[in-house]
């Protein structure tokens, strides 16, 4: 079966600092993966994606994820933490065989606090 | 560009009452949609998915239901709202490519 894990519930940086939020991944085959960000209630915003093509991949906010298939992982970092990053992350998978309707499966998520 | 739309975005209900929240999409065709529920601390539950109008495919048996009955218009109902159902209710579509645009969504808090 298809999982997601982000491995740390709550990550905590000061500003200006690097950010890495971990997501491993289980997938017989390659998986299509996304990083989502929700800011207080708020819906969720696609900061990147993974489809197959380069292994790192740059989003949206100066964030990138590297895609790594032998550890099945698929971390997410920013080089400089800014305030406005304060929010929950979702790492995401859809498997291979997701159906005619295009099924996610979604992380726990990952509540970032970025101090001044 | 697309654009979703969710309304209301805040509501209070007592238990016992019905419920309806509605999506709309512009921008896009034959989109698919999804309803989610986002509860306190938790992670996001998929609760309906529509591939076409009239067409409605439920994840989990609840209280909920959902119909579509324009191609670009969701709407997510209850005859009687239970405690359990507050939550964060989020609307989303997709269309062609894998990934999924999410709407504002909807707070949902049952008395």
């Known amino acids: 079966a298809q999982s997601v894990t982000q491995l740390d519930s709550h990550v905590s940086v000061s500003e200006g600092t690097p950010v890495l939020l971990r997501c491993n991944y289980s997938s017989s085959y390659s998986p299509s993966l996304f990083w989502y960000v929700q800011h207080p209630n708020k819906g969720l915003q696609l900061l990147l994606k993974?489809?197959?093509?380069?292994?790192l991949v740059k989003g949206i906010n100066g964030f990138e994820a590297e895609f790594k298939k032998s550890e099945t992982s698929f971390h997410l970092t920013k080089p400089s933490a800014h305030m406005s990053d304060a929010a929950e992350y979702f790492c995401v998978v859809r498997p291979m065989f997701s159906g005619g309707y295009n099924k996610l499966i979604f992380g726990a998520g990952t509540r970032l606090a970025v101090h001044p | 560009s697309q654009t979703i739309h969710q309304w209301p975005a805040t509501l209070v209900q007592p238990v016992g009452s019905p419920l309806s929240l509605e999506c709309t999409v512009e921008?896009?065709?034959?989109?698919?949609l999804y309803w989610y529920r986002q509860a306190a601390g938790r992670g996001l539950q998929l609760l309906f998915y529509s591939v076409g109008i009239g067409q409605i495919s439920s994840e989990v048996p609840q209280n909920l239901s959902a119909s579509r009955p324009q191609d670009r218009q969701f709407i997510l109902s209850s005859k009687k709202l239970l405690l359990s159902d507050s939550g964060f209710y989020l609307c989303a579509w997709s269309s062609g490519t894998y990934e999924q645009y999410f709407g504002p969504g909807t707070r949902l808090t049952v008395t």
């Open positions: 921008g896009t065709s034959n989109p698919n």
């Open positions: 993974y489809t197959s093509a380069a292994t």
